[in-house]
């Protein structure tokens, strides 16, 4: 079902465009712009708009052809237009203009697609806010060197009479690009900053036990072929609840999972749960994504009539559904391998309208790992063998749900062995590092008799 989402994506890109929302604090009279500067350091863009107080604003990125957009709001303009030096980065320009009579409107004109945080800072010594849009992903252009090469030997430079003097040749770095990309899993480590989440008996704040267990998640996450970890939370900050879903959605997740710890009252009650979203909650969620139609409309142009509002709840409703069916498919396979691991406190994955788990194109679940409060349970929360042993068992089941939905134009979904006369199952397993069970599984082999010509897909390593 991950494929029939990421297809819906593809198709209804510009609808999904309009989930982004708003951030930052709204501050009576209108904030004035003043200033904008463009830093570069290695891997990473800064652009920052200098404002004379905190605003509202939302942001959202665009493909084809790639820009990101800022939308501040009640926001004036001062100045002349920034004159912005965009050689050797991925930007091609920045476009400045008014919005609905009081908006400003920044959009950056890409030469790639890339991952942005948005977010605003004080400035030092002032009232002033600065706005900072932070662009990641991309590498600068490195020399291109032969193989079997010897590097070039340094030499006192020699300073040729002007006559002499030639226009370097630049030599053009050409890249190929890959013919797969890595399954992106989005990992939430509930809580932070000044939202510790539950407190555990012997005062164990959530937040903390969250961030261990995700970073561990990580680093697992690192190791599987095929796969890139995407850190919601990096440290402890606080993050409101629907840019945890933005943020997945702009690193274009095919999985979110959030990690939180339970409590309760009754110190008593303990074990493990995994929740995915309610049927109501996607409801709830269709209705408020339809009601920001003012929004929608500057990214959609074809919602203007009870026609194409009918469409476009039809289109959310598919998208959804087709997620939510993901959702509880993966959840299953984890809550399977935790009760491995730890006591489980409902033996079935359960449903809420968590607002973390109400991204319409991403499968998502949320993995309640204990309840903190239960003395027990906070203690193998603290324990960095348990902790261990709860990440391996959620790997487990997002490797078991990978190999039987691989997304398409992935490279799990590009791992392909087509069979050829004198090939075995088990030959064939020994050379891609996987297990029969496994192969069996992901081709749904009933025996391992074979046919010339099939070809069969080879998942991610282990069970």
């Given amino acids: 079902m991950a494929s029939v989402t990421r297809q819906f994506c593809s198709l209804f890109i510009a609808v999904l465009a309009l989930f982004a929302g708003f951030s930052g604090v709204a501050f009576g009279a209108a904030a004035k712009y003043q200033t904008l500067r463009l830093d570069q350091q290695t891997g990473s863009l800064k652009l920052s708009m200098e404002l004379s107080e905190s605003v509202k604003y939302k942001y959202f990125s665009l493909s084809k052809p790639d820009r990101f957009v800022v939308d501040l709001l009640d926001v004036v ?10 050689s050797d980065t991925p930007i091609k320009g920045i476009r400045l203009g008014i919005r609905k009579g009081d908006d400003l409107r920044m959009v950056v004109d890409l030469r790639q697609s890339l991952v942005a945080d948005v977010y605003l800072e004080a400035v030092p010594g002032t009232k002033r806010q600065r706005l900072v849009v932070e662009m990641k ?10 193989a079997g090469s010897k590097p070039a030997q340094k030499a006192v430079a020699v300073k040729k009479p002007q006559a002499e003097r030639r226009p370097a040749q630049v030599k053009k770095v050409v ?49 599987e072929p095929g796969m890139r970890p995407v850190m919601i939370r ?51 969620e269709a209705a408020r994504l339809l009601a920001d139609r003012e929004n929608s409309s500057d990214i959609i142009g074809f919602l203007a009539g ?3 509002d009918m469409l476009a709840s039809v289109l959310i409703d598919l998208s959804q559904n087709a997620t939510i069916e993901s959702s509880m498919d993966v959840a299953a396979r984890v809550l399977k391998h935790m009760s491995q691991v730890n006591p489980l406190h409902k033996r079935r994955v359960e449903q ?24 027990d349970d906070e203690k193998n929360l603290l324990s960095s063998r348990h902790q261990q042993k709860m990440v391996n068992a959620i790997m487990k089941g997002v490797r078991s749900y990978f190999n039987a939905n691989p997304p398409q134009g992935t490279r799990v979904a590009g791992r392909e062995h087509v069979i050829r006369r004198g090939d075995t199952l088990t030959a064939i397993a020994a050379r891609y590092d996987v297990s029969l069970r496994t ?5 749904q082999l009933s025996s391992d008799q074979l046919y010339v010509g099939r070809v069969l897909h080879i998942p991610l390593t282990g069970s």
């Fill in 175 to 223: 890249r190929r690009a890959a013919p797969y990309r890595d399954i992106v899993i989005a990992i939430d480590a509930g809580h932070g900053g000044g939202d510790p989440g539950a407190r555990g008996h012997n005062g164990t704040y959530e937040k903390n036990v969250t961030l261990a267990i995700a970073r561990r998640l990580e680093k697992l996450v690192e190791r």
């Fill in 234 to 284: 990096t440290g402890d900050q606080y993050i409101g609840l629907r840019q945890r879903i933005e943020k997945a959605q702009m690193n274009n997740a095919d999985l979110f999972i959030s990690i939180h710890a339970d409590a309760f009252d009754d110190r008593r009650v303990r074990g493990t749960s995994v929740y995915t979203l309610s049927r109501r909650g996607a409801t709830t």
């Fill in 137 to 146: 992903g991309f590498k600068s252009p490195k020399p291109v060197v032969k």
């Fill in 439 to 443: 192969l069996r599984q992901a081709n």
């Fill in 306 to 308: 009870d026609q194409d």
């Fill in 352 to 375: 809420a309208g968590f607002v973390v788990l109400k991204s319409p194109d991403i499968p998502s679940i949320l993995v309640e790992t204990a309840f903190i409060s239960n003395p």
């Fill in 77 to 86: 303009p001062t100045g002349r237009s920034p004159q912005l030096n965009y």
